[in-house]
């Protein structure tokens, strides 16, 4: 699970700095490699070496998405689900990693490393 604290003006044009939580669990990651052809992993290595940027753009919007939630206060659950990652996206919170994410390789590494289960 990683922390990214992210700085954004929201739509009433305040500037707001907030903590948000990303995680992939094992079976969330191993659910994503195996209903993937070729495994995803493979194909993103192949979308890489292609330079496939309309590919890229939508694999990592998808792992960002995937990756959402909220953690509950007594730290025994991460709460995901469509509507949370849906409403996540339409902030210019997502706006701002999903830029630094497509246009820094090393915070593009780091975030998919810090998402990754450890096994």
Do not use: H
Request: zero cysteines; hydrophobic letters at 40%.
């Amino acid at each position: 699970m990683i922390k990214k604290t992210i700085t954004y003006t929201d739509f009433n044009d305040k500037e707001r700095t907030e903590d948000f939580y990303f995680n992939l669990s094992r079976a969330e990651a191993m659910e994503m490699e195996m209903t993937t052809t070729g495994g995803l992993t493979d194909k993103i290595n192949k979308i890489i070496a292609a330079q496939d940027t309309p590919s890229i753009v939508k694999i990592f919007k998808e792992i960002i998405l995937k990756a959402y939630g909220e953690k509950s206060d007594d730290g025994r659950r991460f709460i995901k689900s469509e509507e949370l990652s849906e409403a996540f996206s339409q902030t210019n919170a997502y706006s701002e990693l999903f830029i630094e994410l497509s246009t820094d390789a090393g915070a593009a590494a780091a975030f998919v490393n810090g998402i990754i289960p450890k096994a």
